[in-house]
């Protein structure tokens, strides 16, 4: 039996000249212009004659001349009567696009397409192939918004369609490269058809005029059966169309009567002659977008336990009967050209989209909704992987704010009471609400996080207070205290890695940053993408935990995640500033028989509550404080301390207020007068709130320490403290806490002594190397482990070293134990190489080598430097030329030359010059995603273990893209080109 198209109200081909002869006017305006032809021959042929007729007597055979010419004319308008009709038969047949039922003749599609693989065929072919039929659909543009979710659309159904046989393919006029991408990204299961030349897409008659792909679905079923209900239920709208998923797929033939069928075409054909009356449905022009406002409208529920092929099916209302859902939001024209009119003066430049900050604000203002109360809703609205607001996202937007009970013309609510959190997306939390928690939506919908509210509003407040006039951000600040603002800000990376260089000043040289402007006036995914690994790595550089961090958590406002690390980095920068250095007179904080390196092992924490309990004692307070909680939520020990630091101005007087949310209010007016009103609030100091006690402790004692300056004598023996190994013992001390070991390793010689911390290490870079029963474990109860124990474990700990062919000639676990510097240090420094070099043991394989060795990492240093056109070079990683800088900044330029500006490179003459330098790479090396634990320091000094740590970090980045290569990166290219392989530079 012949093949038999199937397809549902494809959009309209293009016009056919001369449309009213469909409606049986064939003469048409054709025919006349053709009969007025013979007449004009006739007529100049009748004067001609009597024209040369000479006289009278030649009348007679002008007759029968005349006779002879009318009967050839006559013959002549015959012919031509029959060649017009034949080349109008012809020109209808040429241009006539296939419908639904018409019986297709292959022989007009045989044209040759070619699979996105390179792989000659035709749709011929395809059909013979297939088991059932084959469904094509066709898209634009391979990697745009709009036909990726039409794509998706497909995939996501793609067991349900073959299942019946079919065959999916999508057509397209691209080339075989950029669908291979799109397939590859998408991960669609079907392959894609490319027709450069639109013969294809033309006999479907979805070809745009005069370049150009129509989207469309059809469906040709190989036995000739009905396939209408077994496919996407097709309807024509603003010249595209859209897809509703009404039922469950199956073959099972529609049961309408044939009257039926042609008194619903007959109301459809009338639908089209009439004005169209406009929808939210209508208003969306690409695949998804349909979906979603259909979902919304419930006339869509995705089918999760799909029923087998010979279940009922009950089709999803079309067309007309569609509308008439009193569940939906009604748009007339004239709110449809309302809503248009709005996006197009939202999208100024005209690029067919907005981003989530702008459609937000300016939905906020136009529907008259709080801020959070936006925000919410659109992330209900499904956008795609870019986060970009197309049209039929917006008018989905304001269809689910409009229809949730909340009224265009309403005000924002004004809570009259604290509300202690957020639900879906018309909560809105209330400022200063005791305990207040605000519950957020984590990465999948049975998964939420608790924010704290006051700690919000604090945090936000901080940014807004220290990087105020920041010429990249300072016009987007004060950012409201009271919304969620703050964190969509974020997501392009500028405000964490600002308030990083903030807490820790010099951390990342701002002028890798992509920033709007001249060279970029926007960023994309890429640019926030490299942002963002500037931030996660520059916060692991300088102590914070990121083990769950990554730059799409940011991008992608995981507000939780992201209010962690903002805490953490104010924290960095609080407690960073307790340190000896700064304040000598921390001196006099030591306790009787207590050694100045014994004081130095506590945490900034136990620190600061030494200093707190210090000023209690000499105010002969009775109490102490062992916490920023419970010890601190009545404002007593607060108004003592606050008084002994300034008792001519913060008095006692709060003691005598019994209700402790007025005391609270006193403690921090006496604060305010000191100006340190600052991340506390009355609420959270009754609460307890330990994370906001300690940054106000902190804050306090960084501009108020209250404490006497030392001796001369007292400073000698500050100045002569031991400081061996700090630097390294510094890095070191970041890495194994990047490792996640519990407890977090705060002093290195102190917290390794009894051997569990390094064990821990050990498990995580060395899977299974430790076996857990032979260690013995601190108690519960917080003590410490009896010596004999410690040893124990530091002995199990240089067996497994040695085990691993570790160099540990010489130690044993008692000088763990006793805290030997040097040989602590080097027993975590191979330790650490181990680690950073675990990624490379591929690579090592690949040469038969153990492992990668020093020289090879020369070698590769080396060899780096010269493939991005520089002659610079290294003998050790203890040469001098290190210092300058220039050789780090080389070998990054040879891995991407784009990421180095050489305008910005110094000679390094000064040691200026070469800090300038050394900053500027590790902030590029870290751009890249390398991990990078050294300061611009270590550089300029050519502290060589940690040289060789920049090494091996950036050839393990290499290597990491290197096996990515081929896979499109997330800023649309390939990173192939790029990726250096090391093994054919020293193989």
């Known amino acids: 039996m012949a093949p038999e198209l199937r397809k549902r109200k494809a959009p309209a081909p293009a016009p056919v000249a001369e449309p009213k002869a469909k409606r049986g006017t064939k003469a048409g305006a054709k025919a006349e212009p053709k009969k007025a032809a013979p007449k004009e ?8 004659a009597a024209a040369a007729a000479p006289a009278e007597s030649e009348k007679a055979d002008k007759k029968e001349e005349k006779k002879e010419e009318e009967t050839e004319e006559k013959k002549e308008e015959e012919e031509e009567k029959k060649e017009d009709k034949g080349e109008e038969a012809e020109e209808k047949a040429a241009s006539r696009v296939p419908e639904e039922g018409d019986v297709l003749d292959l022989s007009q599609f045989e044209v040759e397409i070619e699979l996105n693989d390179g792989t000659k065929t035709s749709f011929r072919k395809l059909l013979e192939e297939s088991k059932e039929g084959v469904v094509v659909f066709t898209y634009p543009k391979a990697s745009t918004p709009g036909c990726t979710r039409q794509a998706c659309a497909f995939r996501d159904d793609y067991a349900n369609l073959t299942s019946t046989g079919l065959s999916i393919f999508g057509l397209s006029g691209d080339s075989p490269k950029a669908n291979t991408t799109f397939q590859t990204k998408q991960k669609l299961p079907y392959p894609l058809l490319c027709d450069p030349f639109f013969k294809l897409i033309g006999a479907f ?49 529609d049961q309408v009567s044939k009257k039926e069928k042609e008194k619903e075409k007959e109301e459809e054909e009338e639908e089209e002659e009439e004005e169209e009356s406009w929808s939210l449905e209508q208003s969306c022009i690409s695949v998804a977008g349909a979906k979603r406002a259909l979902a919304s409208a419930h006339l869509y529920k995705p089918v999760v336990d799909r029923d087998p092929p010979s279940a009922n099916l009950q089709a999803a209302p079309t067309g007309r009967r569609r509308h008439e859902c009193d569940k939906a939001p009604k748009f007339q024209q004239n709110e449809i050209f309302t809503l248009q009119d709005a996006f197009h003066k939202l999208d100024v430049d005209d690029k067919g989209y907005l981003d989530e900050a702008e459609t937000i604000k300016a939905t906020q203002a136009s529907e008259r909704l709080p801020y959070d109360v936006v925000r919410q809703t659109l992330k209900e609205v499904e956008l795609d992987s870019s986060r970009r607001v197309e049209f039929e996202d917006y008018v989905d937007l304001i269809a689910k704010l409009r229809s949730g009970g909340q009224p265009a013309s309403a005000a924002p609510p004004v809570p009259s009471k604290p509300s202690s959190h957020v639900s879906g997306g018309h909560g809105h939390a209330s400022k200063g609400s005791i305990s207040g928690k605000i519950h957020v939506q984590g990465s999948s919908a049975n998964v939420t996080h608790t924010i704290n509210e006051d700690e919000r509003t604090e945090f936000t407040r901080h940014i807004n207070a220290v990087l105020a006039g920041d010429p990249d951000i300072g016009h987007m600040l004060p950012f409201p205290t009271d919304t969620f603002e703050m964190f969509d800000k974020c997501k392009d990376g500028l405000v964490l890695a600002k308030l990083i260089n903030d807490s820790v000043p010099d951390t990342i040289d701002e002028r890798v940053l992509n920033r709007p402007g001249t060279r970029i006036k926007q960023l994309n995914a890429f640019h926030m993408t490299e942002n963002n690994n500037i931030v996660i790595n520059s916060a692991k550089g300088i102590g914070c935990s990121v083990v769950n961090i990554g730059s799409g958590d940011i991008i992608e406002v995981r507000e939780h995640l992201i209010l962690g690390l903002i805490w953490q980095v104010i924290r960095r920068g609080l407690l960073g500033k307790i340190d000896i250095k700064l304040h000598p007179e921390l001196y006099r904080l030591l306790e009787d028989d207590e050694t100045l390196d014994e004081f130095l092992r506590l945490p900034p924490e136990q620190i600061l509550l030494r200093w707190f309990n210090y000023h209690l004692k ?31 101005i913060c008095s006692r007087k709060p003691l005598e207020t019994r209700d402790l949310l007025q005391r609270a209010e006193q403690v921090l007016d006496n604060a305010d007068l000191l100006e340190c009103r600052k991340f506390l609030t009355p609420s959270s100091l009754v609460a307890g709130n330990p994370k906001l006690n300690l940054a106000f402790v902190a804050n306090l004692f960084n501009t108020h320490p209250g404490l006497e300056p030392i001796t001369e004598e007292d400073k000698l023996e500050v100045e002569d403290f031991d400081a061996e190994g700090e630097r390294e013992a510094r890095v070191f001390t970041l890495w194994l806490n990047s490792l996640d070991v519990q407890p977090a390793v705060n002093s290195l010689f102190n917290d390794l002594r009894d051997g569990t911390i390094i064990l821990q290490a050990y498990d995580k870079v060395i899977p299974n190397s430790v076996n857990w029963r032979h260690v013995n474990k ?29 160099s540990l ?9 006793d805290g030997q510097r040097t040989l602590t240090l080097g027993l975590v420094w191979q330790l650490m190489r181990k680690d950073i070099t675990n990624t490379l043991s591929s690579l090592a394989e690949r040469l038969g080598k153990r492992e990668i060795t020093d020289n090879e990492m020369i070698r590769w240093a080396n060899d780096m430097s010269r493939k ?14 290190i210092a300058t800088g220039i050789f780090l900044l080389d070998i990054l330029n040879g891995m991407k030359s784009s990421y180095v500006d050489y305008d910005l490179v110094t000679p390094g003459r000064t040691d200026e010059e070469c800090y300038a330098n050394a900053k500027l790479a590790i902030s590029i090396a870290r751009k890249m995603g390398a991990t990078i634990w050294l300061v611009p320091e270590d550089i300029c000094q050519v502290r060589s273990r940690l040289v060789t740590t920049f090494i091996v970090n950036v050839e393990r980045q290499v290597e990491h893209e290197k096996e990515e290569c081929g896979i499109e990166t997330i800023s649309g290219r390939h990173e192939e080109a790029d990726c250096f392989c090391f093994q054919t530079l020293i193989s």
Not at 227 to 246: A, E, G, I, Q, W
């Open 205 to 253: 008659g979805l070809k745009k005029t005069p370049k150009g792909t129509v989207r469309g679905v059809f469906a040709v079923n190989k036995e000739g059966k009905d396939l209408s209900r077994s496919l996407p239920v097709l309807c024509v709208c603003c010249s595209s169309l859209y897809l509703t998923m009404d039922a469950p797929y199956s073959l099972e033939e």
């Open 41 to 48: 021959k006739k007529a100049a042929a009748a004067a001609a």
């Open 809 to 817: 000639v010489g130690i044993q676990g008692a000088d763990i134990t």
């Open 778 to 806: 601190p108690p519960a109860s917080g003590g410490e482990l009896m010596r004999f124990k410690a040893v124990e474990n530091t002995n199990y700990v240089i067996e497994i070293g040695k085990q691993n062919r570790f």
């Open 868 to 881: 991005g056109g520089k002659s610079s070079s290294i003998r050790s990683f203890k040469d001098q030329s």
């Open 618 to 648: 000499n105010a002969k307070w009775h109490r102490t404080v062992s916490n920023f909680s419970t010890d601190v939520k009545d404002g007593e020990n607060y108004t003592i301390l606050l008084n002994q630091l300034a008792p001519d």
